[in-house]
């Protein structure tokens, strides 16, 4: 069964950090762009971070660029979103995807988790 997993979510106070992991089964993720996206309540859903499955070159959003570190661990076919200095506007249901690197992009990749939630509040 071809599943993504996504963990490591939950309350942080502002300036506080999470990782979140996002771990394949049925597949291996060595071949696939893997994106991580968020939905936060009444809002679209928009891309976060991108990492390619060639040359590991990476893709953040405006919002998260310097605080967001995208990585990935294929021996344990998992990728990572580190997260510091995390701030109110980055509460969101946050989502890995897999695919191209195109379609991952282009927010239509083949695979989703089912997303973790992450609230930044004091």
């Known amino acids: 069964q071809v599943q993504l997993v996504e963990s490591g979510g939950g309350l942080v106070q502002p300036g506080g950090s999470l990782r979140l992991s996002c771990t394949a089964s049925g597949f291996t993720l060595d071949y696939y762009a893997i994106g991580w996206f968020r939905q936060a309540p009444g809002k679209e859903r928009e891309g976060v971070s991108c990492?390619?499955?060639?040359?590991?070159?990476?893709y953040y959003a405006d919002s998260v660029k310097g605080r967001f570190t995208i990585s990935r661990d294929n021996a344990k076919n998992t990728v990572y979103l580190q997260m510091n200095n995390l701030k109110p506007e980055d509460t969101a249901v946050y989502y890995c995807?897999?695919?191209?690197?195109?379609?991952?992009?282009?927010?239509?990749?083949?695979?989703w988790g089912q997303g973790t939630q992450v609230t930044v509040s004091s």
């Open positions: 990492i390619s499955s060639s040359d590991g070159s990476t």
């Open positions: 995807a897999a695919g191209s690197y195109r379609a991952v992009v282009a927010g239509l990749a083949g695979h």
